[in-house]
């Protein structure tokens, strides 16, 4: 954290300082790997994590959206004699908590431990909704420094219309801080195709403005070489992931691959260590694997690092795995290390 933020966001029972979980890898992983899943509380693992000496440039966070909702997985079988589909439910998340408060009490911890593990040039991109998403920026003001914010992404996107007294949400919010804003930041530029209109005026070609001597613009003028776009700008209009889409698994709230690309390509070079400490399914490991981004997931959920690992096989990929052992059962059980699979 840089300055110190003079606006804070509080709640009965915050404390953004306690003792460390203590836990540990097993294996220890190594920072080159292509691609690393942890089996565990991202907590303990994030924070086992800060003994590896690498950091990462880019750490994405898709957490629960606090719903208030189990969320299940969906599995599609075809029966192989009839041909037909049928639908079985799945381990996914939990998302009740016990209140608000505990749910970021919990974020806030997380938060913490991923800005520990980010490079001076890294950025974290936290993805939640609009039912939380001024708590949290608040909040990331605190933990990371009011001028570390970046951007706030929407991503808009089309689902099936519903009648309801209020507008429809469409959008949900990536919060992007900076871990330090003195650093030259890992920044590309990404395009985006012109507005009709602006087409429809100026073609294709690429504008220069001609400026005046009080230095402001007077005219723009249109050049022979065809323009790259407009520099991308934080509205980002991204379809969600089709029911028949091929990268669909199943998961519940399974992230578009084009968005976890966009970011990826915008916020990292190849080489560039990624992290995503809610995996899921896996879209951000597969994006980053398939980028030459080394890549780090963690997840609570076995059958998610399952889904994670077949979807990486799929493009080829092999996964190395470890598990986050809190300090509880390394007590319990000091000389028998978890048992990997896969
Ligand atoms: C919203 S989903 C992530 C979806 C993912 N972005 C995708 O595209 O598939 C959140 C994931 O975080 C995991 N999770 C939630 N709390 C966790 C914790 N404390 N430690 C590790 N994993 C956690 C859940 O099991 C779930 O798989």
Redesign the pocket.
Same mark, same amino acid.
């Given at each position: 954290m840089v300055g110190a933020p003079k606006i804070t966001l509080q709640w009965p029972g915050k404390a953004l300082s306690r003792a460390p979980t203590g836990g540990r890898l097993t294996p220890a992983v190594c920072p080159d790997a292509p691609v690393t899943l942890i089996e565990?509380? %991202?907590?303990v693992a994030l924070e086992a994590l800060q003994q590896d000496a690498a950091g990462f440039t880019l750490a994405y966070l898709? &957490?629960?959206f606090f719903t208030g909702r189990s969320h299940h997985r969906v599995i599609r079988q075809r029966d192989p004699e009839s041909g037909q589909i049928s639908r079985s439910l799945g381990r996914g998340?939990d998302d009740h908590w016990e209140s608000l408060e505990h749910y970021l009490s919990a974020l806030a911890a997380r938060i913490s431990a991923v800005h520990a593990l980010l490079t001076p040039q890294g950025c974290l991109v936290l993805h939640v909704d609009p039912k939380t998403s001024h708590y949290v920026k608040v909040l990331c003001d605190e933990l990371f420094g009011p001028e570390c914010f970046a951007s706030e992404i929407v991503w808009r996107y089309r689902r099936w219309p519903s009648k309801q007294r209020n507008f429809q949400r469409v959008h949900d919010v990536l919060l992007r801080y900076v871990k330090d804003p003195k650093a030259e930041p890992r920044f590309q530029q990404l395009y985006e195709p012109l507005a009709p209109s602006t087409r429809a005026t100026w073609g294709e070609g690429q504008q220069r403005a001609v400026v005046g001597a009080d230095g402001r613009r007077v005219r723009s003028s249109t050049l022979e070489q065809p323009s790259r776009g407009v520099p991308l700008g934080d509205v980002w209009e991204i379809g969600i992931v089709a029911p028949v889409a091929k990268e669909r698994t199943g #998961?519940p @709230?399974?992230?578009p691959e084009a968005l976890l690309t966009r970011l990826i390509e915008a916020c990292t070079l190849p080489g560039d260590r990624v992290l995503d &400490? #809610? $995996?899921?399914?896996? @879209? @951000?490991l597969a994006v980053a694997a398939r980028m030459g981004r080394p890549v780090v997931g963690?997840?609570? %959920?076995r059958e $998610?690092l399952e889904l994670c690992a077949a979807r990486l096989r799929r493009q080829g990929l092999g996964v190395r795995r470890s598990r986050a052992v809190p300090r509880s059962l390394r007590q319990a059980r000091p000389t028998s290390p978890a048992r990997l699979t896969g």
């Open positions: 565990g509380d %991202n907590l898709d &957490p629960p998340f #998961y @709230t399974q992230k &400490p #809610y $995996a899921g399914s896996g @879209t @951000t963690i997840d609570e %959920n $998610a």
